[in-house]
């Protein structure tokens, strides 16, 4: 029978969300033209011997199934078909062998071509050799019309080359050459492609012209398939307008397509669940988010590269989840190394991203360093999102100049402990960190700060962008300038884009106030973000604490600061050191020798201040070091090794200013390649790497 699939490698996504479906077989776009092409009767006949199959009376009749070759039951080359099933068998090298072996003997075979540019594409992700074959193959076809087709003896690999050329440029995205060679395919083959128009057409922010596409095709089409993308692209197009979108009952129609085709063929798709998590989030519906997410999470999909781990990831990370972010990491890991090539082609820098923002929770700066500028370096291929590539970067430019910056603090504590001598030069060489800082904040504010862009990216969640945490986001203040940003915020706010909670509007406006240093703004902003946030913003809410904490110390109200810098303290343990803020401390000392050393290595430390009414800082000769309340409730405490004050004091800030559990070096270097379980045990310091097998 043929076996009909998306003939898109990338199903359209919301903002950073997409799915898609490396072809072992090609398009569903064929039966639709073989059923109405004489030529492909054996097609149509298959497609009949479906459909009876299908029927009640007919159960117990045995069907013999034609395999498929690149979704053609008729293919009768040799060679096509002996990589059909090498690429069947996911014997990729061999494919490879065997599409060079042909292309080397018959260079001037558009079966060759396209059989070798299929080879790359699904076998390698490689886009662009992929695209050269491709147009080889189309030079040596381009027919004006069926007709001619026919009569080549090459209508098949005409018709796939040009629907995968669409699909290549889609995918690179160039939108209007994937346009341009539907329109060929609708020209040439009568194919009916609208439902392939809509995401393109999003992508170039043509959105009327998308709803328009989308409602045509819910118009005229009964194909499940097609009804799914359509409401896909709708679910897209409403959450165009700054002001949130009324209800879900567009993203619920597509996946409850997808559903239905899931039920019957087991080809589901992740894409839809996610994208709906994107809307409930945008909706602050953050429980229906995770619901969203962990419906998509429940079966492995190779093929798909919405990738569900990651928002969870995400989402966990927001809402001051260490553990479950923790588990949520391992669990994406696995999905990234299940992937196909293709799909890890498409996704891959979103996988740097999120492990970079979970790096600078973990107290990584240096790796979070490294794998945003490899998602920098390593664009996705992002024709299947929402976002444009240059959100991406910047996105990328952003988290990398975060972690520049608290990689300066760490160096400054690691300073601290040393010789002055040592001191000395630890210092020049964080300076060098500070400058790379500065670069890629350059970089990243000369695309945000483009007004359509930064309206969008004020309102909360902003769907349709690329996902930057709004534990984050606020670092846009400092890059872009906080007049700059007030006068977007007003404008965001006219337009409806608070409308379901001003907090965030109050949380910018705190920000903002912080940079320019205006304390009494910083209070009165602080307070209604925090009375207004939802609960669920654990880490937005730790940073506004935060700049609370440090405006109210500086008016000399110390109570309350240290009410906000506790309470910021226990969500984020971090965030005093990604700020830059210190920690008022009184310091105490248990004895001698060690004790003493401690408590002055702790006092050149940037994290603190000394002050006769901040938290209590204890050092002992036993090397323990104490952060207490005023009452003395443990806030952190660590007893390091036997050894020197520098050291014990390196330890003591690795400990209290992240989240409680060390991550290995194996472990770390491995986010950049292939699959690791971090060891299991809150707050334990010795981790073992649990190495994930194929299996």
């Not at 199903?11 to 033209?33: D, E, I, K, M, Q």
């Not at 709708?234 to 700054?242: I, Q």
């Not at 205006?518 to 940073?543: K, M, Q, S, W």
Request: glycine share 6%.
């Amino acid at each position: 029978m043929t076996t009909c699939v998306n003939p898109w490698n990338a199903w359209p996504a919301v903002r950073s969300t997409g799915a898609s479906r490396p072809r072992r077989r090609f398009p569903a776009l064929l039966l639709g033209w073989a059923l109405s092409c004489a030529c492909m009767s054996a097609m149509a006949q298959d497609s009949a011997a479906a459909e009876q199959r299908a029927g009640p009376d007919l159960g117990d009749i045995e069907i013999v199934q034609s395999l498929t070759c690149f979704g053609f039951t008729d293919i009768e080359n040799p060679r096509a078909l002996e990589i059909c099933d090498a690429l069947e068998l996911e014997e990729n090298v061999r494919a490879r062998e065997l599409a060079e072996e042909w292309i080397r003997l018959q260079p001037e075979s558009p079966a060759a071509q396209f059989s070798f540019a299929e080879v790359l594409y699904t076998g390698e992700g490689n886009l662009a050799r992929a695209l050269f074959h491709l147009n080889r193959a189309e030079s040596l076809t381009g027919y004006a019309d069926i007709n001619e087709a026919v009569e080549s003896g090459n209508i098949q690999w005409h018709y796939l080359t040009l629907s995968q050329l669409s699909n290549v440029h889609q995918l690179m995205g160039d939108q209007l050459r994937a346009l341009e060679y539907l329109d060929r395919i609708e020209e040439i083959y009568g194919q009916d492609i609208e439902s392939f128009r809509g995401w393109p057409l999003l992508k170039l922010k043509q959105y009327d012209a998308a709803r328009a596409s989308a409602m045509a095709v819910l118009e005229n089409s009964e194909n499940e398939r097609e009804r799914a993308r359509a409401w896909n692209t709708l679910c897209a197009v409403e959450l165009a307008s700054l002001a949130p979108v009324n209800s879900m009952a567009v993203c619920n129609r597509a996946i409850s397509e997808d559903e239905n085709l899931a039920a019957r063929s087991n080809t589901g798709d992740t894409v839809y669940l996610t994208n709906a998590s994107e809307v409930a989030l945008s909706l602050l519906r953050m429980d229906a988010a995770e619901e969203y997410l962990d419906r998509a999470t429940r079966n492995l999909n190779p093929d798909s590269v919405a990738d569900p781990w990651v928002y969870k990831l995400y989402l966990t990370m927001s809402q001051g989840r260490f553990d479950d972010a923790r588990a949520a990491l391992d669990r994406m890991l696995i999905w990234r190394e299940n992937q196909k090539p293709i799909v890890g082609v498409m996704n891959r820098a979103e996988h740097y991203m999120v492990s970079a923002a979970f790096m600078l929770l973990a107290g990584y700066a240096e790796d979070a360093a490294v794998l945003s500028a490899t998602a920098l370096n390593q664009p996705d291929r992002n024709g299947s999102y929402s976002a444009d590539d240059f959100q991406k970067d910047a996105m990328a430019a952003l988290i990398n100049a975060i972690a520049s910056r608290m990689q300066y603090q760490v160096r400054l504590e690691e300073a601290a402990g040393e010789g002055w001598a040592g001191a000395l030069k630890a210092r020049i060489d964080a300076s060098g960190l500070l400058f790379s800082a500065w670069r890629s904040e350059r970089f990243a504010a000369s695309l945000f700060t483009r007004p359509e862009i930064l309206l969008n990216r004020l309102r909360p969640y902003a769907p349709l962008d690329v996902h930057i945490p709004e534990w984050i986001e606020p670092d846009l203040v400092h890059m872009i300038g906080a007049g700059v940003v007030r006068r977007a915020l007003d404008e965001a706010l006219a337009t409806g884009a608070f409308e379901l909670n001003t907090g965030y509007y109050h949380s910018w406006l705190t920000e903002a106030a912080a940079i320019e240093g205006d304390e009494t703004a910083v209070v009165d902003h602080g307070a209604r973000a925090l009375a207004e946030l939802p609960g669920e913003e654990a880490l937005l809410r730790a940073r506004v604490a935060a700049r609370m904490g440090d405006a109210h110390w500086r008016l000399g109200e110390y109570e309350l600061a240290l009410e906000h810098l506790e309470n910021a303290f226990r969500a984020d343990p971090g965030v005093s050191r990604r700020l830059g803020i210190e920690l008022p401390v009184s310091l105490r000392v248990s004895g001698g020798g060690l004790s003493r050393e401690l408590a002055d290595v702790l006092r050149a430390s940037p994290r603190f201040s000394e002050h006769e009414n901040g938290f209590l800082l204890e050092a002992g000769d036993d090397g323990a070091i104490c952060l207490r309340t005023r009452s003395g409730e443990n806030l952190s405490c660590y007893t390091a090794p036997a050894g020197n004050a520098g050291e014990a004091s390196r330890a003591f800030h690795a400990w209290a200013f992240g989240p409680g559990f060390e991550i290995s070096k194996a472990q770390r270097s491995i986010l950049r390649g292939s699959s690791v379980i971090l060891a299991n045990g809150v707050r334990a310091m010795e981790n073992s790497p649990e190495l994930l097998s194929d299996n």
